[in-house]
């Protein structure tokens, strides 16, 4: 049985729909005890209760906590609990969600950080997704948290947003196989539909479009239609919806014009109208605030936000005058028992209300499992390293001198990307590139040199020492790219993004940038290199693609990984001596500024590029794939019938994996595919699946692909749906369907596809 | 009565709606007269008849038709003639529609060529746009042709197109203003809607959308939703179909994944449904042919286009299998007809069917026409000229010694744009800046050096050159900017478009540019001019905004001119000897590359712009007010119903303008506004209106603004549409409102705005 909140008195209803503190102002530790504030105090008196408490355990230069001032992670629980007692107490006896941020690892003291989502995108590995988001879960919920906010909705179709490193790829089936992965990972799979104490309820971000944005310009306006937004940028929430998840966080930018936090036709129609989807939906930090300029007051955009179907606040002032809109009329207070009774349902999905939870679900995990768990980080971290190009410059032997530069060599912040907690002192499992090859090559035969910052030149004895450290090496290790590292002397705003980062931060919220072409300071390190070495081996590591153009020339090898996590240095190591690659790249990069955006699945057009740029397009999505290895795909079985299609029937493609090497590898083998429906124009290349398999050496293997609805069908409605096409399918890395693509037809109830002549 | 083609057997009306003709290919000058070929005769055969036959006229490097080979200007109406005779006794009566190319004037031999759409929207005069519209028809009409191709639906939303100079503006507003004032001027405004002799029909192009392909890639597709489709797109089209325009050509591009081609929704549903348009559409260039990518075969292309509303092809493959279509049972012959008797109507409307209209009607223009006309060339290009910048050195003395130099500053067909017809050898209207110059200062005082090309260096020499003009000179003009010139020696597409343009060539159609910085070359001229003289003018002829930024600190006053016709160089020169601009920046610039797009009009958002660039904005549309001029807006009337605003009313808004000056003035006056309507992000500043006026010196004036429905009310849904709300307007050139702005209440039948506390 659902619970009700319609017996409460309309301020704790409000109550338990308002999460407006920050958690760390709630609770603070001194004197080697957790303490609770009187932010939290007057809160709790206000409404009798609060709904859900944000970031108790954040430590990060926003929140200014760190290891000096924060809670240590052994006492979460039992700060979790003090809060709690006196939630339960001193309000109206109903307890209150722990939500925290868990974007790529927990983001609280001591919590693990895993590669970002484009690293997680480059692997292509649901499996191994899955398992990360496990692990993620049960070190979350062992803390005493109850709800995590999980980035992945996000499609990366302008990489001048600081925020393409939290999104998958550009491609939205890769994105909403990830995305799925994580919410099984991390909710589990009950049944009942229930969050055990093993698991942590998934609020999924942002819905909508947040990556349509105006020049890639962080919360600007996604002019997008209906199509475009079912086909690109719904198709994760809905995978998410589809396993399950708890909560949606609504987006800041609008969608044709409507806010997401006031869009009705997204959080009502789409969600629960279309996809029959229960849960709650979240607005993002401030955002009900932000609707000042779609609302003459906050009552009026409270009200806007709840009838739209945004039935949990974050930090906004306008849900404290949800009252207010009620007894104006603005406001429907059925709209309200109705967001207060979907908070009190998710709190029933994790065991608050019945007591099903205890300290005892939620056991620190032993010390196998934290093994485990590094381990699965080093492995994503090998995927998200792809091997772009390689002219016979790999394997490097583990003989040769290596002078190692650049701004990333030794960097371990600028590989773990955004959204991520100071680390601890003693992190015993951590990699820089530097650090690997001295392991590899012993620390005599590698010289280290910065020689530049990343938007920045650094002083001539910077430059002295990148040329000492070249001087009599046999192979130089290039290693640039960003960085999203913030500081705790950066500005921010009210919404933690940074507000006048450090001149030298390139990535993350609120880190925008114009210009993607590696800054003058660093192609200098490289052009150094290839002057002085036999041997150059560039590393790109950065959060999201970068034109590469200018870099291929000046190298033999070029390895460009997603921000790889804290053993990001011995991965890409590990590429430099096997001379393979782990994963294909996740978004497209363009040749050159100034031809963005660009994308593996814009639709067929007529235009021939730019006169100045012919082809934008540098490296597609999928480049990287792995040499002495073929692929072939089997001819097709006959088609299916658009009504099969509804009913779940399915078509399997069977491709022939041939590895002709020496060496066991593991790899993603990308299905593409091109649908032609009549009366639309196709997207030019589409991922339809892609399914990671490892191969050994001198052996072969076949992989099927299971298409249905969800491959083959039509998502211009947000949801697959059946229609008569006919999809070409390949797998090799053109852009164009080759000669030999296979073609599955769906036909209608006549046997035809609509594409007949 | 409206003509019926439904008597006539399927092939004749199918022979109706085909244009497939390169006119210049169905009609050749021979040895002194007009010789109808076999491609014309076989065509007549083959459907009893034609429709429309295109560009009989036209003249270009695509054409290849030249002054020394092409049809001389005063033969032009007996060559029609002949050709009408020919297809109506050769076929089976009807007579044919010749269609020409009016871009901006006529692209025939002789015909006079009037500034491009950008540079109109500079003038903002919608007036002068009519007047300059009438004689461009009465010239077409006088050569015999029926129907004008004309820009101007297309909204300058990314620079990078090179389509940008066929826009009058990124402003939807001031677009529609000039594009009904362009129709109006054209086509006259007989009672009957019939159109004389004096007058042309209009077919506008392009519909709709295709100025938000992405990244400004020709023809690419537009993934918008409804709501930037109808504020921003549609709006010069419905002021175009509200003013009676002839004819819609849809578009190349696609909307959210439908081409305009194949776009029911658009061409029936909004056309005819919405707004009880009647009309003809006809296909751009071999759009149906570019079908292919929607449909299997040239006959399912032909019936998705006339069934999605296309009623005339143009160069189609396609619509040669139309009765196989009809055979095949995948078009209803009904729409066949209806699509013939639109055809049949606009012939009828024109006078063909009737014999209403005859040589007689179309009189050559006599030489006060002619004078007249060409005076209002020069006014045109008065007003293209704005004076972005003007540190004090403006007005320049007529004793200064000048060197000018530059690209652009005594190169006329740099100054004409694309879709030119070849000049004549003796045209004496024209100016270059040189020329213009030369005429003011003496030859004597003026120094000329070219300096470099448009995106290529040029000899040593050439360098030399430079220092030789600038050495000795008081004042240095600078001219900079792009061409859309085209050669006789360039590549074409199949539909005109230069494919391989001279590496020189950086606008028009086809020449779709990545970077719009100007090239080190041009930069390095206005270096050299500030390093070696005292007081350096730059002026920016050019067919798109460029970034500014560069330019400002290196000169002392900078005239930006969108392509400003042949009377441009006059034009500039008497902005350089007067000290005021004649227009204002009809789209906004950017700062620099990378941050593209950019609008005035962009909604309210919370990004703040990009690290590497703050401001995107360099110059906002609307730049370039006269100084010593002063405008105030007086408060506001209370305000409007929303039924009144249905009803035609209208509430006016007065602005005092004070000329503080010793010289008259004629300027454009944009009032600007932001409109809150409840539960929308606004855009952040809109053009509601602009007026031009003149103020005498020492003078004042009262200019009313009369504002209803297609000012302050909704165009969501692609017309104006009462809606509660309130708009905030103001004349001041800034993007936020002032404190001072007025505001206008559109209220409910309760007196309600939607926007009350």
């Known amino acids: 049985m659902t619970p009700s909140s319609a017996s409460l008195p309309l301020r704790e209803r409000v109550g338990q729909i308002n999460q407006r503190l920050k958690g760390w102002e709630a609770v603070r530790w001194v004197d080697g005890a957790p303490r609770i504030t009187d932010v939290l105090r007057r809160e709790v008196d206000r409404w009798g209760g609060i709904g859900a408490l944000y970031g108790v355990l954040r430590a990060d230069p926003w929140s200014q906590v760190r290891w000096s001032n924060g809670i240590p992670p052994a ?48 692997g292509m590995d649901p499996e191994l997704t899955a398992q990360l988001a496990a692990h993620i879960a049960a070190e979350t919920r062992a803390r005493g948290a109850h709800v995590a906010l999980v980035s992945g909705l996000d499609i990366l179709r302008d990489p001048r947003w600081g925020r393409a490193e939290e999104c998958f790829s550009e ?89 997401c936090t006031a869009n009705r036709d997204l959080l009502t129609g789409t969600l629960r109208d279309d996809w029959n989807w229960t849960g709650i939906v979240m607005a993002d930090g401030t955002a009900v605030d932000r609707l000042r300029d779609s609302t003459p007051d906050p009552a009026t955009a409270a009200a806007l936000a709840i009838h739209a179907g945004v039935d949990l606040s974050l930090w906004d002032e306008a849900f404290t005058h949800v009252e207010e809109a009620v007894q104006r009329g603005i406001l429907d207070e059925a709209d309200v028992t109705r967001a207060a009774d979907r908070v009190l349902a998710l709190k029933e999905r994790v065991g608050l209300l019945d007591g099903s939870i205890s300290r005892d679900h939620a056991a620190e995990p032993d010390a196998a499992t934290t093994r485990e768990f590094i381990a699965l980080v080093s492995r994503a971290a090998a995927q998200a390293c792809v091997l772009v190009h390689d002219d016979d410059a790999l394997p490097l032997p583990a003989s040769a001198v290596v002078a190692v530069i650049g701004p990333n060599a030794d960097d371990l912040e600028a590989q773990l990307g955004d959204y991520t907690p100071p680390r601890p002192q003693d992190d015993p499992g951590v990699s820089t590139v530097r650090s690997a090859l001295e392991a590899r090559h012993g620390v005599g035969n590698v010289r280290y040199a910065q020689g530049s910052g990343h938007r920045t030149a650094l002083s001539d004895e910077a430059t002295a020492a990148v040329d000492d450290a070249l001087a009599g090496a046999t192979a130089a290790v290039v290693v640039l790219g960003g960085t999203s590292r913030r500081s705790y002397e950066d500005e ?42 036999p041997l150059v081996i560039a590393v790109l590591i950065d959060g999201r693609p970068r034109p590469l153009d200018e870099l291929i020339p000046l190298c033999d090898a070029l390895i460009v990984s997603p921000f790889p996590g804290p053993a990001g240095g011995a991965a890409i ?58 692929v072939t795909l089997r001819p097709a079985d006959p088609g299916i019938a658009t009504d099969a299609l509804n009913d779940g029937d399915t078509v399997t493609l069977h491709a022939d994996i041939v590895n002709s090497s020496d060496s066991a590898v593991s790899l993603a083998v ?85 594409w007949e002549s």
Chains 1, 2 share one sequence.
Do not use: C
């Not at 006492?75 to 001193?90: G, I, K, M, N, P």
């Not at 698991?199 to 947040?210: D, G, T």
């Not at 390139?506 to 290839?530: F, I, K, M």
């Not at 399914?691 to 998502?715: C, I, M, N, Y």
């Open 75 to 122: 006492r979460s629980a039992e700060t979790y609990e003090l809060v709690q007692d006196f939630v339960r107490t001193r309000g109206a006896g109903l307890p209150t969600l722990f939500v925290e941020e868990v974007p790529h690892g927990l983001m609280a003291l001591g919590g693990t950080t895993v590669p970002v989502n484009l690293a997680l995108g480059a």
């Open 171 to 259: 491609d939205p089936a890769l994105a909403a196989a990830l995305m799925e992965a994580t919410v099984r990972g991390m909710q589990g799979s009950r049944s009942d539909g229930r969050i055990d104490g093993d698991h942590i309820a998934v609020v999924a971000k942002h819905l909508a479009a947040q990556g349509a944005g105006i020049g890639g310009r962080n919360g600007s306006g996604a002019p997008i239609g209906r199509r475009e937004l079912g086909e690109i940028h719904l198709r994760p929430a809905y995978a998410a919806a589809r396993a399950g998840v708890a909560g949606f966080m609504a987006a800041y930018n609008d969608i044709d014009g409507v806010a």
């Open 492 to 533: 921010f705003a009210d919404n933690g993004a940074v507000d006048g980062p450090a001149p030298d931060t390139t990535n993350g919220e609120g880190v925008d940038l114009s210009r993607l072409a590696l800054p003058a300071e660093q192609l200098a390190l490289l052009r150094a290199a290839r002057a002085a070495v």
């Open 573 to 630: 190591v590990d590429v430099i001596a096997g001379g393979r690659g782990g994963g294909l790249l996740p978004a497209t990069h363009p040749r050159v500024d100034g031809v963005l955006p660009v994308a593996h699945d814009e639709r067929m057009e007529t235009a021939r590029g730019y006169v100045d740029a012919r082809i934008p397009v540098g490296q597609l999505f999928g480049a990287g794939a792995p040499a002495g290895i073929t």
């Open 670 to 754: 990308p299905l593409y595919g091109r649908r032609h429906e009549r009366g639309l124009r196709p997207r030019r290349r589409t991922l339809l699946s892609v399914r990671r398999v490892r191969v050994e050496a001198r052996s072969g293997a076949v992989l099927p692909f299971v298409l249905g609805a969800d491959e083959l069908g039509s998502w211009a409605a947000g949801r697959p749906e059946a229609a008569p096409a006919e999809v070409l399918a390949w797998t090799a890395s053109t852009h164009d369907p080759p000669a030999d693509a296979v073609t599955v037809r769906i036909t209608d109830g006549k046997g035809r596809t609509g």
